[in-house]
């Protein structure tokens, strides 16, 4: 039996976003998208994203640094999204381990957004049901598309290859080696719902500040613009695990 899922790499994220607004055109694009946002581009382009990149500061001024969280459903091994579906739309499949959701048995309850510890679940004001990531399971099996396409939409649009999509439990794939060998960690692992999608850390790097420069625009009343030197290089700690 595979898992398949998401291996995201923090220290590679730049928080462009091409993955979420990639996400959302395969998904409205065609006639079959399970999307049916009436204007996902416009002016307040809100309505449903299956895929949603967080950004956090940390640190303390001026040794801070920024961290871009990507975050979709995570495929949850003993997903609580199922559990309390009373109509078993949400399910788990048994071969890949994705979690889908059956939109003809969806009464719309909510009861799974609710239950998920990940705010992942996005209603969809226009269908009347719910919805989320299906990690492009009509991508990943569809022959029609070249074998090096067969991957969801989010992960063939990232400019850094900071996601890897593959079979977690298989020891040959790309996302099984990484996890051991950057020590991949789940988030919100007290939730007990064994998510599936892992993140690698984010590292710390040391900056360097030109003392004089901050001396100097202190002097100036210029407190707030600080010249940072190039990186070092020196990696010290991860900064986003737990
Ligand atoms: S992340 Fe949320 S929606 Fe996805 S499987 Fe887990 S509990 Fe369900
Ligand atoms: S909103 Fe739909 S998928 Fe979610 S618990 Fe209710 S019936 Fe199940
Ligand atoms: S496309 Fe890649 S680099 Fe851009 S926000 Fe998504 S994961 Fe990060």
Redesign the pocket.
């Known amino acids: 039996m595979s898992q398949y899922a998401l291996v995201i790499d923090l220290d590679k994220c730049v928080g462009c976003h091409a993955c979420a607004v990639n996400c959302k055109a395969w998904n409205t694009g065609g006639q079959y998208g399970p999307l049916t946002d009436k204007a996902p581009y416009g002016a307040r382009p809100e309505g449903v994203w299956f895929n949603r990149v967080q950004t956090y500061e940390v640190g303390k001024f001026p040794n801070t640094e920024v961290v871009y969280l990507p975050k979709s459903c995570m495929h949850c091994k003993d997903a609580p999204?199922v559990k309390?579906?009373?109509?078993?739309?949400?399910y788990k499949r048994r071969e890949d381990g994705i979690v889908l959701?059956?939109y003809d048995?969806?009464?719309?309850?909510?009861?799974?957004?609710w239950?998920c510890p990940y705010g992942v679940?996005e209603?969809d004001t226009y269908d009347g049901?719910?919805k989320k990531c299906t990690l492009c399971v009509d991508r990943i099996y569809n022959d029609n598309l070249p074998a090096d396409e067969r991957k969801p939409a989010c992960v063939l649009a990232c400019p850094t290859k900071a996601r890897i999509f593959g079979d977690i439990d298989d020891p040959s794939t790309d996302a099984f080696k990484l996890i051991r060998e950057r020590m991949g960690y789940k988030l919100l692992p007290e939730a007990a719902t064994e998510p599936s999608n892992y993140y690698l850390p984010k590292r710390k790097y040391k900056i360097q500040l030109n003392m004089d420069d901050i001396l100097v625009r202190k002097h100036l009343k210029v407190e707030t613009e600080v010249k940072v030197l190039p990186f070092t290089g020196t990696i010290a700690e991860d900064i986003a695990s737990p």
Do not use: H, Q
């Open positions: 999204c309390v579906c009373p109509t078993s739309a949400s959701i059956n048995d969806c009464i719309g309850c909510k009861y799974c957004s239950a679940r209603f049901v719910m």
